[in-house]
Nanobody, 123 residues
């Protein structure tokens, strides 16, 4: 089992930046792809970005390309999401997810999830 704990959410003005972290513990010796999803009130959970264990492949949803950057430090079992030029439409609960066999944009394919962290962008 893997436990994921997100941190770094908060309230920021439009145009500002936040950096989310997701720390993994437990069975972290395996090679996990990791991803960030988000869910706004009344909306479906959607992929934000994903990264392979090796870090050599990343995926971004179109709405965050050029503004968000995912990275990982496997020595620290931590994945990061740097969010710049934030917009009010980025407001959501952001979730970290991990899976040994899946790397992609389908939330239901990821086996492990964090509890989520709220990101609120004011206009």
């Amino acid at each position: 089992q893997v436990r994921l704990v997100e941190s770094g959410g908060g309230l920021v003005q439009a145009g500002g930046s936040l950096r989310l972290s997701c720390a993994a513990s437990g069975r972290t010796s395996r090679s996990y792809a990791m991803a960030w999803f988000r869910q706004a009130p009344g909306k479906e959970r959607e992929i934000v970005t994903a990264i392979k264990w090796s870090g050599d492949s990343t995926y971004y949803t179109d709405s965050v390309k050029g503004r968000f950057t995912i990275s990982r430090d496997n020595a620290k079992n931590t994945v990061y999401l740097q969010m710049n030029s934030l917009k009010p439409e980025d407001t959501a609960v952001y979730y970290c997810a991990a899976d040994v066999t899946y790397y992609g944009s389908s939330w239901y394919q990821y086996a492990y999830w964090g509890q989520g962290t709220q990101v609120t962008v004011s206009s």
